[in-house]
């Protein structure tokens, strides 16, 4: 392997920092400490146009293994992001055409390159070997891996116990995940800690393709703004890396006073020295508005360097005094997933459905129970979708 030039005797800590997890730590250290140069992958599946905040935290990870002398390899799920990933999730997700898919991996690099060194990074989209795949070659990598296996994956196993379907397409996206680490020659895989189970098959597959096993390094699942759920733009509860900056700004100085510290490890660019005197600031009895301050001018300046902070913060103001809308709605009974549709809070009942699974609806501060359940809307009423889609019902 190529060494690296003026090893950073740092560089461990420097590239390790907030992980949750790395197998064979003690086989990457070891490499990282002698200056080997890695090639690691971080694979994005380009189901939605946006990033947010939570796509950053692994991405920042690539970053650090880049200004260290490693290979980044960034690899456009292409395919996989057509099959649907199911990790985390108790149901099948929807497949998405091509079109879909290559829209959003074009606004993916676009918004990646806020972060990473485009000249420095290697990209690779997964057509350049799947479109080439036949079957047989298909058949062959199927055979390396059993379905008992397989399907002692966490979110399988619970959907088989509770007779939820399991596509046949579904067990396939770790295998496909896994070939992109023998068709990069991946050293080191990094993902959330939702894609453990896929990385630790990368291992598997790349020995089974002759490759020795690669690392994994495995990076924290980032709150959202209601300091309970994963960030996600289905409960409106994220940060996105392409908004305005007093919007950003604005939804920054939201975070729950338990997370200002998460927040500023995982997504600001604070050092050691730094992160431990906020720390200190807020166990002294500092405010916490002031710190949350501090970190959302961080978040904002990382994404928008030339932004006005007097001007951004008058504006967010604006956005804070506003208030909820008001919508008309008709006077009779309906279930709360139909009122929800007619406020314009969700696309379809299914997706009120799902939202409420997430405990991501509200209807007068409290969380929605049952989305079939009926009600009868009054003025006044408030409902809420996520921590920033609110409206204040007018009966008519």
Same mark, same amino acid.
């Given at each position: ?36 140069r ?62 879909d ?11 990646a ?19 080439? /795949?036949?079957?047989?070659?298909? #058949?062959?990598?199927t ?24 596509? /046949? ?12 680490s023998?068709?990069?020659k ?5 993902? !959330? ?31 959202g ?21 007093s ?21 600001t ?13 807020l166990r ?28 951004y913060?008058e ?7 506003? !208030?909820?809308?008001a ?13 929800f ?21 509200? #209807? ?6 049952s ?9 006044d009423m #408030?409902?809420?979708?996520g ?5 204040r019902?007018?009966?008519?």
């Open positions: 392997m190529k060494k690296q030039q003026n090893l950073d005797h740092g560089a461990w800590e420097a590239v390790t920092s907030g992980a949750v997890e790395i197998v064979d730590r003690a086989h990457l250290k070891s490499r990282v400490e002698r200056g080997d890695l090639r690691v992958k971080l694979g994005l599946d380009p189901t939605k146009p946006d990033l947010h905040l939570g796509h950053t935290v692994p991405l920042r990870a690539l970053r650090r293994y880049q200004q260290h002398g490693h290979q980044a390899v960034l690899i456009i799920g292409d395919w996989t992001a057509r099959i649907g990933d199911p990790s985390g999730q108790n149901v099948t997700r929807p497949q998405l055409t091509k079109d898919v290559d829209g959003a991996a074009q606004t993916y690099l676009d918004q390159w806020k972060i990473l060194d485009e000249a420095e990074t290697e990209v690779r989209l997964q057509s350049e070997w799947f479109d080439k /795949m036949r079957l047989e070659d298909v #058949v062959q990598l055979s390396r891996y059993t379905v008992a296996r397989m399907l002692a994956r966490d979110d399988f196993a619970k959907r088989t116990k509770e007779g939820r379907p399991v596509g /046949m397409h579904e067990l396939l996206y770790p295998l496909l995940q896994a070939y992109d023998v068709a990069v991946s050293d080191l895989e990094l993902g !959330g800690t939702d894609q453990t189970f896929n990385l630790l098959v990368g291992r598997d597959i790349q020995e089974a393709y002759g490759q020795p096993p690669q690392d994994i390094q495995t990076m924290p699942l980032l709150e703004l209601d300091g309970i759920q994963k960030m996600s733009k289905s409960l409106d509860n994220y940060i996105g890396i392409a908004e305005s900056p919007v950003m700004y604005r939804k920054a100085m939201s975070v729950p006073d338990q997370l200002i510290l998460r927040y500023l490890q995982l997504v660019d604070v050092d050691s020295e730094q992160l431990a005197a906020e720390a200190r600031a002294e009895g500092a405010n916490p508005r002031d710190v949350k301050q501090r970190l959302a001018e961080r978040i904002v300046r990382q994404f928008h360097p030339n932004a006005e902070t007097t001007e913060r504006e967010s103001g604006g956005f804070k005094s506003a !208030g909820p809308a919508i008309d709605v008709g006077p009779a009974e309906r279930t709360i997933a139909q009122l549709l007619d406020a314009g809070l969700v696309a379809s009942k299914n997706e009120a459905r799902r939202l409420v699974g997430q405990k991501g609806l509200r #209807v007068n501060g409290q969380p929605v129970r989305a079939d359940d009926k009600l009868i809307p009054i003025d #408030v409902l809420q979708r921590l920033h889609r609110v409206v019902l007018k009966v008519r």
